[in-house]
């Protein structure tokens, strides 16, 4: 139900962005979120919107990632910018009923199967 893309090899200081094509949910009632969870580490809060368009980010990506969300086209948005190695991981997106709680992961009704960033020179 949720399809993430975009992910893919980029340099330091380069710049991503991340699609999640949403179906078989109504979309606009669905707060949505982003993820990354790298090799030996837990998985941790990258953004969250809520379906009013409150935002929410990790302290790690804070001026550097935005999140958005297009709900005609079902799909929500990261849009990263001046990358850098340790943003290396699986970005997940997710869906959540409630627009409570986005940083949690345990708030998310739904995942993605997930995207692979690499920031590498």
């Known amino acids: 139900q949720l399809q993430a893309s975009g992910g893919g090899l980029v340099q330091p200081g380069g710049s991503l962005r991340l699609s999640c094509a949403a179906s078989?949910?109504?979309?606009?009632?669905?707060?949505m979120g982003w993820f990354r969870q790298a090799p030996g580490k837990q998985r941790e809060l990258v953004a969250g919107?809520?379906?009013?368009?409150?935002?929410v980010y990790g302290d790690s990506v804070k001026d550097r990632f935005t999140i958005s969300r297009d709900d005609p086209k079902n799909t929500a948005y990261l849009q990263m910018t001046s990358l850098k190695p340790e943003d290396t991981a699986v970005y997940y997106c997710?869906?959540?009923?409630?627009?409570?709680?986005?940083?949690?992961?345990?708030?998310?009704?739904?995942w993605g199967q997930g995207t692979q960033v690499t920031v590498s020179s």
């Open positions: 997710a869906a959540s009923g409630s627009d409570y709680r986005l940083s949690f992961p345990t708030t998310y009704d739904y």
């Open positions: 078989g949910l109504r979309f606009s009632n669905y707060a």
């Open positions: 919107i809520s379906t009013g368009g409150l935002t």
